[in-house]
């Protein structure tokens, strides 16, 4: 079992209609038809929504989704139409809220690796594949591949895993065109993506994208290469063999992992709430990623 450890109600604002509450995101419909998308601070980890929030991490998930969304136009467009505020919405959905297209969603995580490690590694370790594509000896935890990889996978529900599936599996779900499209697409993005990073001092191990349709046109959605979508690693610090330091969630999961947490990972019960350290040094890194990345001072 897993999911929420307490799931919110949805905040009730005149003219939008909840439709669903995500791990992170909250999603209203305006009477336009217009998708409403609110990014909150919650953080999850091991398939658990946890009970303590992150501050600011709606914001910066939000600002830095649209900093890419600019630097990556003429490769692929997006789904936001606005930033205003829905009028009658709370004030403190300011800076994290996005009015976007109502697409035809693709059921596919579009996932790009330039580097081994997560899931791809323990596929790795057993099969020296990686979704059913061939990769060389020798590789270890944090190896940069010969060439980027496109590893899709399927969407799970909250609390499940998303499923790591060969690229044929997706041809045959969505059709050999679009399947060729979205691994063109991911792999094109993955490239620009890599490339502004590196000029910043970091390397993009990873990440996932989601894609829908906008009637024949191919759209990007959801969020774009953010801490919570993505595997940004200090590229001074990048030492293969061993798992990377890196801008994300990992100070909560080593948290919940450690004897501090008296949390079993293989239990049923939920996880803990974190301690005001750990809260204080993730909120750090994914300002620091924002930063870093975007060479702007965090507001």
């Given at each position: 079992m897993?999911?929420?450890?307490?799931?919110?109600?949805?905040v009730?604002?005149?003219?939008?209609?909840?439709?669903?509450?995500?791990?992170?995101?909250?999603l209203y419909?305006?009477e336009?038809?217009?998708?409403?998308m609110?990014?909150?601070?919650?953080m999850?980890?091991y398939?658990w929504?946890?009970?303590?929030?992150?501050p600011?991490k709606g914001?910066?998930?939000?600002?830095?989704s649209?900093w890419?969304?600019?630097?990556?136009?003429d490769?692929?467009p997006?789904?936001?139409i606005?930033?205003?505020?829905?009028s009658?919405?709370?004030a403190?959905?300011?800076?994290?809220?996005?009015?976007?297209?109502?697409?035809?969603?693709i059921?596919?995580?579009?996932?790009a690796r330039g580097?081994?490690?997560?899931?791809g590694?323990?596929?790795?370790?057993e099969?020296?594949?990686?979704?059913?594509?061939?990769l060389?000896?020798?590789?270890?935890?944090?190896?940069e591949?010969?060439?980027?990889?496109?590893?899709?996978a399927t969407?799970?529900?909250?609390?499940?895993?998303?499923?790591?599936?060969?690229?044929e599996?997706?041809?045959?779900?969505?059709?050999?065109e679009?399947?060729?499209?979205?691994?063109r697409?991911?792999?094109d993005?993955?490239g620009?993506?890599?490339?502004?990073a590196?000029?910043?001092?970091?390397?993009?191990?990873?990440t996932?994208?989601?894609f829908?349709?906008?009637?024949?046109?191919l759209v990007?959605?959801?969020?774009?290469?953010?801490?919570d979508?993505s595997?940004?690693?200090?590229?001074?610090?990048w030492?293969?063999?061993?798992?990377?330091p890196?801008?994300d969630?990992?100070?909560?999961?080593?948290?919940?992992?450690?004897?501090?947490?008296?949390?079993d990972r293989?239990s049923?019960?939920?996880?803990?709430?974190?301690?005001?350290e750990?809260?204080?040094a993730?909120?750090a890194?994914?300002l620091?990623?924002?930063?870093?990345?975007?060479g702007?001072s965090?507001?």
């Amino acid at each position: 079992m897993s999911g929420f450890v307490e799931k919110p109600e949805p905040v009730e604002v005149p003219g939008l209609v909840h439709i669903h509450t995500g791990k992170v995101r909250d999603l209203y419909r305006n009477e336009a038809g217009d998708l409403v998308m609110v990014a909150s601070d919650r953080m999850s980890a091991y398939d658990w929504v946890l009970p303590t929030e992150i501050p600011d991490k709606g914001r910066v998930l939000t600002q830095l989704s649209l900093w890419w969304f600019e630097k990556l136009i003429d490769l692929v467009p997006n789904h936001v139409i606005s930033t205003d505020l829905p009028s009658g919405a709370p004030a403190d959905w300011a800076g994290r809220t996005l009015i976007c297209r109502s697409l035809r969603m693709i059921p596919v995580e579009c996932v790009a690796r330039g580097y081994l490690t997560g899931s791809g590694l323990a596929e790795y370790k057993e099969s020296r594949t990686v979704c059913g594509l061939a990769l060389p000896e020798g590789l270890m935890d944090g190896s940069e591949l010969p060439a980027p990889i496109f590893t899709p996978a399927t969407k799970a529900a909250v609390g499940d895993h998303d499923e790591n599936v060969p690229y044929e599996e997706v041809a045959r779900q969505v059709g050999a065109e679009t399947a060729a499209l979205l691994r063109r697409t991911t792999l094109d993005v993955y490239g620009r993506a890599r490339d502004i990073a590196h000029d910043r001092g970091i390397i993009l191990a990873d990440t996932k994208f989601e894609f829908g349709f906008d009637g024949e046109r191919l759209v990007i959605a959801d969020e774009v290469l953010t801490p919570d979508s993505s595997r940004f690693w200090p590229a001074e610090a990048w030492e293969p063999g061993r798992p990377q330091p890196s801008y994300d969630k990992q100070y909560v999961r080593d948290w919940l992992t450690s004897p501090a947490s008296g949390w079993d990972r293989a239990s049923e019960q939920p996880p803990p709430p974190l301690p005001q350290e750990i809260v204080d040094a993730t909120r750090a890194k994914y300002l620091e990623a924002y930063e870093r990345l975007t060479g702007l001072s965090w507001q």
